[in-house]
């Protein structure tokens, strides 16, 4: 855990709460959705017993709870599937994110009342959404008139239509994660170095997996076989594959970047991969932060909650 | 190592072997291409130290080999990859298999002249094969006049364009692997399980993958979703998982198997689920034993290096 500077004087009026697979970010947040302190801890939602998840809670917000009455902690993220605290069902597209359905914790303290937001689901084709749904009610809250695609990249990414301040529908690409199995530990691992970078190979994957997206499964061997006959580079190597799954992702999206404005909510190195990448694939896209993203979805829920505007 | 029954009387005229990635298979032949008798061993190339491969050799073949003069040993598969044996270079296509650019590799024993076939590359695209260059020859073997696509499924599967007795071209893809890395590393081996079959899942998901490649990155996640939101079963989504990643392959090789004869190389359960899909995606293919191919292949390259007709 590492604390956010100095401690503010006064209590804190809710705590805003992302708990992930791996990270847990608490924010102590004043009543005017200022920030008081944020604090992070890896205590994320793998290998965490459903017990554990409150006094984990209760040990980082104690210092900045009130000495009476209670405030809320607004949680989202992985901390509310089956294998969470408690199960926080999943929401039907099309809906409006963070405006319903948030399932009560008990913390067994009565200063803190917490609650955690729904995932969203689709029925046909199958998918669901764990998180994000706070991001894009964040960025909806700030841009309520959007009417185009969220991409929000990363181990699983998100390509999702938004339009009527609703989540219409959505899809999941196993990007991240198909890079880190094939990068790492698939048979092209003896060619693909750990970091480094080629913007020109990252292209060339890109619009190779675009031009010839049904050749995306027989492409991937080539990056070995260029290592073993023509001593193609471990960086170039890691840009290409990059390229490639990225292209892949964008071919399957095609439809939604083609026809109708674009915006990557993400972080760093990654939303500039996605704009080259659609750069490459002669589109644009503007972005938004993640971490600004996730705390104004936060908001959004902690005023749907409390009946205050938002 | 487990041996292969009753010791012959007399000593072999020629040893094949077949030394793969983690596996290592000696036939002790007659004068007349009949088995003498078959020893398998796990000693696979993997791990194995060059110095390791003859004293293990000498050991396996030891009692078949003659008092007095020197028999061959033809040798095919990763032995001959750099981290093998010794390096057999690539022989870049087209070219006809198993007829030339075999590399001795030193026994140490007067008795035993060691060769290793060697593999075959291609410049553009970048591929490269060892082992399965020895099944096409033996294939060929038996149908020298074969014009049309080999598929050699695995965990890197072949497609291989054949005619005039020559591999003109040909393209690996990941599918093993990928189907390994998927349905066991990644989020879906939450939803897939280690066995079990469902034909329907299986042709749904070959047809779903040809119909639509360009989204095969994006529908993989569909499984675990179906797992979450509609308690698709284990089996189910392993057949589905399969048909995916296997119509996907399909959809890249399309011009392979549209137009041309096909014949798919290997055994059992494998080439069975090939067939399957291949008649989903409503095509044909003859079968051949890789088995018998493997070892046809190696009796052609050693009547090749005898000047012997095979």
Chains 1, 2 share one sequence.
Not at 48 to 57: C, H, I
Not at 223 to 250: D, F, K, P, V, Y
Not at 252 to 265: E, F, G, H, K, T
């Amino acid at each position: 855990m590492s604390g956010g500077g100095k401690i503010p004087n006064g209590p804190a009026a809710w705590f805003a709460v992302d708990w992930g697979t791996s990270h847990l970010r608490v924010w102590a947040m004043d009543g005017e959705d200022q920030v008081l302190t944020r604090i992070h801890s890896g205590k994320g939602m793998a290998g965490m017993a459903p017990e554990a998840y409150a006094p984990e809670l209760l040990a980082l917000a104690g210092p900045w709870l009130p000495a009476s009455g209670s405030v809320y902690a607004v949680i989202c993220g992985m901390a509310g599937s089956r294998q969470g605290w408690i199960e926080a069902p999943y929401l039907e597209v099309p809906v409006a994110p963070s405006s319903s359905g948030m399932v009560r914790a008990a913390t067994g303290d009565h200063r803190l009342n917490a609650y955690i937001v729904p995932g969203l689901c689709q029925t046909a084709p199958a998918d669901v959404m764990r998180g994000e749904e706070t991001q894009i009610a964040g960025y909806l809250r700030k841009n309520p008139e959007f009417d185009g695609y969220l991409c929000l990249p990363g181990t699983h990414s998100k390509w999702v239509s938004v339009s009527g301040g609703k989540v219409q529908s959505f899809v999941t690409v196993m990007t991240g994660e198909m890079f880190a199995l094939l990068g790492k530990t698939s048979v092209l691992r003896h060619s693909v170095a750990e970091s480094g970078w080629s913007e020109a190979e990252f292209e060339k994957g890109v619009r190779q997996s675009l031009d010839h997206p049904e050749r995306f499964i027989a492409s991937l061997f080539a990056i070995r076989a260029e290592g073993l006959l023509a001593n193609l580079g471990g960086e170039a190597a890691r840009a290409l594959l990059s390229g490639m799954i990225i292209g892949a992702e964008l071919a399957a999206s095609r439809s939604a970047w083609m026809d109708r404005p674009v915006v990557v909510i993400g972080e760093g190195a990654l939303i500039s991969i996605y704009q080259a990448a659609l750069k490459a694939a002669g589109a644009s896209a503007e972005v938004f932060s993640g971490d600004e993203a996730t705390l104004s979805g936060l908001c959004a829920a902690y005023h749907f909650m409390k009946g205050t505007p938002s």
